[in-house]
């Protein structure tokens, strides 16, 4: 995958890096960035952005509703000039990134990484699979897109700091997830 206003990418990591090319500078990351061949991950000093980068056509998106539940769950958690793309991909994208950061090559629904958090930025990537929420949503009564929601909400509790290991952790983060999902609605 060409994305020419990026010289060469060999591996797919999830950090952010800074491209300067004459009077311009880009804060890219290697995950989204690359992988999904986006170049639309521009970012400006101290202005709070969540990007959202559509690479499937098997569902619409509610551009607003993303935004909306992204976002407050980040303020939510007090965190300061935030930086977040969400991507929206195949099965085949998100297995190839599950393989690639946690070993397993299945599909999944969900995945983010916190790239930077400090006390004056965070950034972070949420990706999900809309093949996978589609197929999914039936089991748990949700439209796709509502599962879809459902996800990204998930993987921006992950980039707020919320974890789901322990079933006292799960039980707080379904709660949460709700709250957000009725939130956007």
Known sequence: MHTPWLDSVDEYVP???TIIRPGIEISVSRVVCALI???DYPSAAGQEMITITNRQKLLSLDRRRIRQAVGAVLRDAGL????VSVAVVDDRTIAELHGRYLGDSAPTDVLSFVLENGPDRFEGEVVVSAETASANAPRYGNTPEDELLLYIIHGSLHLAGYD?????????MRKREKQYLKLAE
């Open 37 to 39: 061949g986006t170049n």
């Open 15 to 17: 950090i952010r890096y």
């Open 80 to 83: 300061n000039n935030v930086h």
């Open 164 to 172: 789901d290991q322990t079933p006292a952790d799960r039980a707080v």
